[in-house]
């Protein structure tokens, strides 16, 4: 049984906690689902709506690569300098106005059981209430035979990065409904979220897990299954329900990046310094991020993704009139309108980074076909509708040398 729109939105404001309650939720057509409509004037660069996620959980292979965040939060844990080090590879590395960073070490804690690390006292109980108590590996954390650490092996060894997804994403939405008091309202909740038919959701899960995804998707439901088994959700072990359950995840899982060093970067920005320094400083940090991207490319942040209600509602346009970020460096999501927007519009966002709204309307059907199985039809897309179906040639180019064509399995992951 789906959840309704007023228990949906009352959750999502509850849980953020500093809404506007300027938005609602209404049924747009069959083709669309739902969308978000604003029911006051918002004015642009307000914060629309300030969101937390139902679930949320780092991406695998970013964690096992030493991005240290929060365990529950995704709050970067390193300090600013250690951060820029890492990257850079260059242990010396070291950063001006270090008073700057906001990292605080002296308030984070790890689980006594396990060792995962969060922030602060406050995540830790919280990650312990809603499903960790459930997902606690204990002494054995680092035993390869223990079944969340074969679920986990098994997932790294199918998606590879640049990462999409996390089958601990998953695995949390299972251990928060097996830890709930209220089973029936979580499960209502999880259940809300955009449903396809079993074709459409083949093709996410193909295009999640590639050629042989039928049985890299047999293998992770059985140790999904040995691993987190609950009778209150047997439908989602099942192959059909486990294939619904990564559909789920791969068309509204959001991304989430945070970095303790990109918060540094922007304190720096809101520095009043004279010309002279403000133009040192600058050029500092504009060398720094050329080592970077010399020394590690293009994954700077901690990274993972989220399920996040009142977001999830949002559609898609190219030309969107609100975007998402994470200002507050955890997984607290912000979306912000980008202009004036009118009582009863709708509230767009991109599923597209910005360079992949500068490409062919072609190109961009494409992506959001392959990704997110729709063919859009905002007014960019209908302005350029009579434009020759073909891929440009630089954005040929570009695909033949390797440079990533495919959407975030989820909106874009804003810089913090």
């Excluded at 293998?219 to 439908?235: H, V």
Aim: with cysteine.
């Amino acid at each position: 049984m789906a959840a309704s729109m007023g228990d949906v939105f009352s959750f999502c404001v509850g849980v953020a906690g500093r809404s506007r309650v300027a938005v609602e939720v209404r049924f747009v057509s069959s083709a669309k689902g739902k969308g978000l409509f604003a029911t006051q004037l918002i004015r642009k660069g307000e914060t629309i709506f300030i969101e937390r996620p139902l679930v949320a959980a780092q991406f695998l292979w970013n964690a096992l690569y030493r991005y240290r965040a929060c365990d529950h939060c995704l709050r970067a844990l390193e300090k600013a300098e250690e951060n820029a080090q890492r990257l850079t590879g260059k242990p010396g590395q070291v950063l001006p106005h270090p008073e700057l960073c906001t990292v605080r070490k002296d308030l984070h804690q790890n689980c006594p059981h396990c060792q995962a690390t969060y922030c602060s006292v406050e995540c830790q109980l919280a990650a312990a209430e809603q499903y960790h108590r459930v997902l606690c590996p204990g002494p054995s954390q680092d035993d390869p035979l223990h079944p969340l650490n074969k679920l986990q092996e098994a997932w790294r060894s199918v998606h590879y990065p640049p990462e999409t997804a996390s089958i601990m994403l998953m695995a949390r939405m299972v251990a928060t409904v097996k830890q709930a008091k209220d089973k029936d309202r979580w499960i209502r909740l999880f259940s809300q979220f955009c449903n396809k038919t079993a074709n459409e959701e083949e093709e996410i899960v193909h295009k999640l897990l590639g050629d042989k995804f039928k049985g890299q998707l047999e293998l992770l439901r059985k140790l999904f299954t040995e691993a987190l088994y609950e009778d209150t959700l047997s439908q989602w072990f099942t192959p059909d329900g486990f294939r619904s359950l990564f559909a789920l995840v791969g068309t509204n899982g959001q991304g989430i990046g945070t970095s303790s060093l990109s918060q540094w970067v922007h304190a720096c920005d809101a520095l009043e310094l004279k010309p002279q320094d403000r133009e040192q400083l600058d050029a500092f940090i504009d060398q720094l991020y050329k080592d970077i991207e010399a020394a590690t490319g293009e994954f700077l942040n901690c990274e993972g993704s989220g399920l996040f209600v009142l977001q999830s509602c949002c559609n898609h346009s190219c030309v969107p009139n609100a975007e998402t970020s994470f200002p507050e460096n955890n997984f607290l999501l912000h979306v912000t309108a980008l202009e004036d927007i009118k009582p009863g519009e709708e509230i767009c966002i991109s599923y597209l980074d910005c360079c992949q709204r500068e490409r062919s309307r072609h190109s961009r059907h494409k992506i959001l076909r392959e990704n997110y199985l729709f063919v859009c039809s905002c007014p960019k897309c209908l302005a350029e509708a009579d434009e020759p179906n073909v891929t440009s040639e630089e954005e040929e180019e570009e695909e033949e040398e390797g440079e990533p064509e495919d959407a975030e399995l989820g909106d874009e992951m804003t810089d913090v």
